[in-house]
């Protein structure tokens, strides 16, 4: 009787995690992904494993949708989905509840009415606002400051390098940025509006067409994350301009580049804790808890002052 498969302790044998990113070529969530790895690694013991898949959706939904399509057909314990296209997450949650595999969706968030379809998944992220929010303290210090006006017009010349549409972080830190300034009494001109995709290559490109057209016109530059912002840094040097940029996500080389006074300041997205939570409600919806359909890891401002306790 002890030989029967069926009666093998499940604890004995390893859990198997699935985890799809978005794509692996893109700074904060390579972070991310790695801390999820190691961490979990970490909560191992004797009796519990975790046998770890991690896949590059390459920035391609039909290519991710098939990589959870393979969890699925393997018998994964647990997922991570941090989606492709968020149009995508209906389909998605439909065929990991008939398949019965508890699933947390990080980074990109589906909609309430596709998070309400299953009770077995829940999301785990940042609030978005809160960064944009941020980032525009950060400016009306230095507009404050007197360090901004450059043609002392009363009014802030900005350039805005976006993320990918299908982001709701694009948007949100888009418009809390803006939204911090004006409601303080800041008038703002937007000069310059172009997506960067989050990639520092695409970054450079659009600061140096925002440069060719405006110049010196441009008296502050936001970008919705780190890697945008060290491209547009790029541009501007190629272009001997210093002018104060912005980004979010405090990664490693963002915060190289306040110390050398390139970045005037950006925000902590914080992937470690992201990362924990959602291995952590990722087991607990292993173990059967029920869980909010949310949960949010703060968002920390970084600045010459305070960014060396972030490194
Ligand atoms: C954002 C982050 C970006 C990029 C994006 C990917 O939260 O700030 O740098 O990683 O997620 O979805
Ligand atoms: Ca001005």
Redesign the pocket.
């Known amino acids: 009787l002890a030989s029967f498969a069926g009666c093998t302790p499940k604890a004995k044998e390893p859990l198997k995690v699935g985890i799809a990113i978005?794509k692996f070529d893109?700074?904060?969530?390579t972070n991310?992904r790695t801390e999820m790895e190691s961490y979990l690694k970490s909560l191992e013991t004797d009796d519990v494993k975790y046998e770890i898949t991690i896949t590059d959706g390459k920035n391609d939904q039909a290519t991710q949708s098939e990589q959870i399509d393979n969890f699925i057909s393997q018998g994964y314990d647990v997922l991570i989905i941090?989606l492709v296209d968020l149009t995508a997450a209906g389909a998605i949650i439909a065929k990991v509840k008939a398949a019965n595999i508890p699933t947390v969706f990080i980074?990109?968030q589906p909609s309430t009415a596709d998070m309400a379809l299953w009770d077995k998944i829940t999301y785990v992220?940042?609030k978005?606002e809160d960064?944009g929010t941020y980032q525009g303290e950060i400016a009306l210090d230095l507009w404050n400051a007197g360090g901004l006006d450059k043609n002392g017009d009363g009014k802030l010349q900005y350039v805005m390098l976006m993320?990918?549409a299908i982001?709701q972080?694009a948007a949100l830190?888009t418009e809390y940025s803006i939204k911090k300034l004006t409601d303080s009494g800041v008038e703002v001109v937007k000069l310059f509006e172009e997506r960067a995709n989050?990639n520092r290559d695409e970054g450079q490109v659009q600061m140096a067409s925002a440069i060719a057209q405006y110049g010196d016109k441009i008296e502050v530059v936001f970008g919705?994350?780190?890697?945008m912002a060290l491209g547009a840094i790029q541009a501007l040097k190629a272009a001997a301009m210093v002018i104060p940029v912005i980004g979010?996500?405090a990664?490693a080389p963002a915060l190289d580049a306040i110390g050398l006074g390139d970045l005037a300041g950006t925000v902590l997205?914080d992937s470690e804790g992201q990362a924990h939570t959602s291995v952590d409600k990722a087991l607990a919806l292993l173990a059967g808890d029920t869980l909010v359909k949310e949960y949010w890891v703060p968002y920390v401002k970084v600045t010459p002052a305070n960014y060396e306790d972030f490194k």
């Open positions: 978005y893109d700074t904060f969530m991310y941090n980074n990109r992220g940042a978005a960064s993320g990918q982001h972080d830190r989050w919705n994350n780190d890697d979010v996500d990664t997205n």
